[in-house]
C-alpha cells in the first residue's frame, strides 16, 4: 500500500504538473504515454514488441499524437482518410511478410492503435480546446472520472451487494456502478457552479453522466480483454498500479467519447 502511494502521488504530481503546464511538455508526455501503452498492448497479444509490424503501429500512434495546432500546420487528412491509410499499411503487411504476420495479428494491432491513438490524442485535444478553457475542461473530465472511479470503489465497498458483471469483473457491484454515476454528475455540477459562463449545468449533467458510464465500461472492456490473456496488470511501469493501460483505461475511452457526441469544444 505504501509503495502504491508514493507512485501514486509522484506520477499524478507529474501529471498534474505538465497538464497545468500544457504545450510541447503536455504533449510530449502524452506521445510518450501512448507507446508505452501500445508496447503494453502488443506484449499482451503476444507479437512481438520490437518486431516490424509492432513498429508500423507505434509510428501510427505517433501520427495521432503529433499536435499540428503546435507546428501551425493545417492537417491534410481527415480522421477517416487516416484511419483507412493505417488499416492499408497493416493488410500490406500479410502480404510482404507472405503471412508470418496474418490477418489475425495485423487486425490485433489495428484495434489497439485506435484505441490508444485515439485515446490520448483526444486527450490532447482538450487541452487544446478551442474557446481558450482547454485546462477547465481537461480537470472537468478527469475530476470525473476519479470521482466516479473513487465513488464506485467506496460505494461498493460499503453496500455492494449485487454483482455488475460477474463474468469480466466480479469485484464491481451495481450499488458501486450506480454510486460512481452519482459522484461524477455532482462534481461536473460543482465544475458549471464554478465556471457557469463556460459550460451549463445540462452539459454538465450530460458530462458527469458520460464520464461515469463510459468510464466504468472502459475499466470493463480492459478487464475483459486481460481475462482473455489472463493476466492481472497490463504492465509494471507504475509499482503498485500496474501499466499505462490500467491506469488509463477510463481515460481513453471517455476523451474521445465526449467530444464525438459534441459535449465539449474543438479546436
Known amino acids: 500500500m505504501k509503495q502504491r502511494l508514493i507512485t501514486g502521488v509522484f506520477a499524478g504530481a507529474v501529471f498534474l504538473g505538465l497538464c497545468a503546464l500544457g504545450g510541447w511538455p503536455y504533449q510530449l508526455m502524452l506521445a510518450a504515454m501512448a507507446l508505452i501503452g501500445l508496447y503494453e498492448f502488443v506484449k499482451m497479444t503476444g507479437a512481438q514488441p520490437l518486431g516490424g509490424t509492432a513498429i508500423l503501429g507505434y509510428?501510427?500512434?505517433?501520427?495521432?499524437?503529433?499536435?499540428?495546432?503546435?507546428l501551425e500546420v493545417k492537417t491534410w487528412l481527415s480522421w477517416e482518410q487516416g484511419f483507412w491509410l493505417i488499416l492499408l499499411a497493416f493488410l500490406l503487411v500479410t502480404v510482404f511478410s507472405r503471412n508470418k504476420h496474418d490477418i489475425k495479428t495485423v487486425a490485433l494491432l489495428f484495434t489497439g492503435v485506435i484505441y490508444i491513438g485515439m485515446g490520448f490524442s483526444y486527450m490532447g485535444i482538450a487541452r487544446s480546446a478551442g474557446d481558450g478553457h482547454g485546462l477547465f475542461w481537461t480537470f472537468l473530465l478527469l475530476c470525473c472520472i476519479w470521482g466516479s472511479d473513487a465513488g464506485a470503489y467506496f460505494v461498493g465497498r460499503a453496500i455492494g451487494r449485487n454483482k455488475?458483471?460477474?463474468?469480466?469483473?466480479?469485484?464491481?457491484?451495481?450499488?458501486?456502478?450506480?454510486?460512481?454515476?452519482?459522484?461524477?454528475?455532482?462534481?461536473?455540477?460543482?465544475?458549471?457552479?464554478?465556471g457557469s459562463d463556460t459550460l451549463s449545468m445540462g452539459r454538465a449533467l450530460l458530462i458527469g453522466l458520460s464520464?461515469?458510464?463510459?468510464?466504468?465500461?472502459?475499466?470493463?472492456?480492459?478487464?475483459?480483454?486481460?481475462?482473455?490473456?489472463?493476466?492481472?496488470?497490463?504492465?509494471?511501469?507504475?509499482?503498485?498500479?500496474?501499466g499505462i493501460l490500467d491506469r488509463c483505461d477510463s481515460w481513453i475511452i471517455v476523451f474521445p467519447f465526449?467530444?464525438?457526441?459534441?459535449?465539449?469544444p474543438y479546436y
Request: charged share 10%; proline share 5%; glycine share 10%.
Open 164 to 194: 455488475l458483471w460477474p463474468a469480466i469483473s466480479p469485484n464491481k457491484t451495481i450499488e458501486g456502478a450506480a454510486g460512481g454515476v452519482l459522484i461524477a454528475v455532482v462534481i461536473a455540477l460543482l465544475f458549471a457552479f464554478a
Open 211 to 242: 464520464c461515469a458510464v463510459m468510464g466504468q465500461l472502459g475499466d470493463l472492456v480492459q478487464s475483459a480483454y486481460k481475462r482473455v490473456y489472463d493476466i492481472k496488470d497490463s504492465g509494471s511501469l507504475l509499482p503498485g498500479h500496474g
Open 59 to 70: 509510428l501510427s500512434v505517433l501520427g495521432f499524437m503529433i499536435p499540428w495546432d503546435l
Open 258 to 264: 465526449v467530444h464525438i457526441v459534441l459535449l465539449m
